[in-house]
């Protein structure tokens, strides 16, 4: 069973550089994911995210949506995962994402799921993660700090990559 892309957002919550959203919105245009939300922005200059956006992704950042809240960007969502590198005994059960693209298939089919990402200097704090039903690491070698647009592309790619073997079988 494939992975609904359709029904796959991308949230950042108070993102701080423009270059980085128009960087996760070139990166999920090219997975197939069409929907970006913004969480409060620092600062969302539009010449500025779409340089990093290219022409091939200005649909996906002229269409995104921006609330000043967590609370209200989540409410259309029936499955939130947030993507975190902080392991802690706050943390319920951590997924790689291989193992997530697996869960989201059937997910996916009958409910709109969000995949959160938190700031780009702190990530995604403990009252962030409360709204969320599942949790995602990248495992790295050793240093966990991952550039907030790369992890959107490695996150972005893992579903793209299951749905296209889905398609093959």
């Known amino acids: 069973m494939k992975i609904n892309l359709e029904n796959i957002s ?5 993102p701080h550089y423009p270059e980085n959203i128009g960087s996760v919105a070139r990166a999920i245009k090219n997975m197939g994911i069409s929907r970006l939300v913004l969480v409060n922005p620092r600062e969302c200059e539009l010449a500025r995210v779409l340089k990093m956006a290219t022409h091939n992704a200005e649909d996906i950042v002229t269409e995104m949506e921006v609330y000043p809240r967590l609370d209200d960007a989540l409410e259309p969502f ?9 392991m802690g005994s706050h ?3 951590v997924r790689s ?5 697996r869960e989201l298939a059937e ?3 009958k409910n709109s799921v969000a995949l959160l990402f938190g700031t780009e200097s702190s990530g995604l ?6 709204h969320c039903d599942a949790l995602v690491t990248i495992p790295t ?13 490695i996150m972005a790619y893992e ?5 296209s073997e889905q398609k093959e079988a």
């Open 78 to 86: 029936q499955y939130v995962v947030g993507a975190t590198a902080r």
């Open 10 to 14: 991308v949230i950042l919550n108070e």
């Open 91 to 93: 943390r319920q059960s």
């Open 159 to 163: 579903l793209f990559s299951y749905t």
């Open 141 to 153: 070698a050793g240093f966990s700090s991952i550039n907030l647009a790369q992890s959107v592309m």
């Open 97 to 101: 994402p291989r193992q997530l693209a």
């Open 125 to 130: 704090a403990n009252e962030h993660l409360r």
């Open 107 to 109: 997910i996916s089919r």
